[in-house]
Nanobody, 127 residues
Framework: QVQLVESGGGSVQPGGSLTLSCAASTRTFSMYTMGWFRQAPGKEREFVARITRSGGTTNYADSVKGRFTISRNDARMLWLQMYSLKPEDTANYYC?????????????????????WGRGTQVTVSS
């Protein structure tokens, strides 16, 4: 069982920045591909970013590419650095983990392919 706890959310003006953190409880953190998803009110949960077990490869949704950066370390921490935030980035942000390997990178954009989830942290972008 893996427990994930997000932090770092808050309110920010358009154009501002925030860094989200996710702390994982497992000692086998390096065995998990990690992802960030978000869900706005009335909308489905959507993929934001993903990072491989080694941290060597990252993937992003087109809507955040060039503005968000996902990273991880060996001490069971995951981050999402968010720059140039827009009102449409407003959502509850979740970190997720999967130990499964998928040959198709597109699989990692599907929330159902992840086994463990945090409770989320709210990000609000508004003037």
């Amino acid at each position: 069982q893996v427990q994930l706890v997000e932090s770092g959310g808050g309110s920010v003006q358009p154009g501002g920045s925030l860094t989200l953190s996710c702390a994982a409880s497992t000692r086998t953190f390096s065995m998990y591909t990690m992802g960030w998803f978000r869900q706005a009110p009335g909308k489905e949960r959507e993929f934001v970013a993903r990072i491989t077990r080694s941290g060597g490869t990252t993937n992003y949704a087109d809507s955040v590419k060039g503005r968000f950066t996902i990273s991880r370390n060996d001490a069971r921490m995951l981050w999402l650095q968010m720059y140039s935030l827009k009102p449409e980035d407003t959502a509850n942000y979740y970190c997720a983990a999967t130990a499964n390997y998928y040959s198709d990178v597109a699989d990692y954009t599907e929330s159902r392919k992840y086994d463990y989830w945090g409770r989320g942290t709210q990000v609000t972008v508004s003037s």
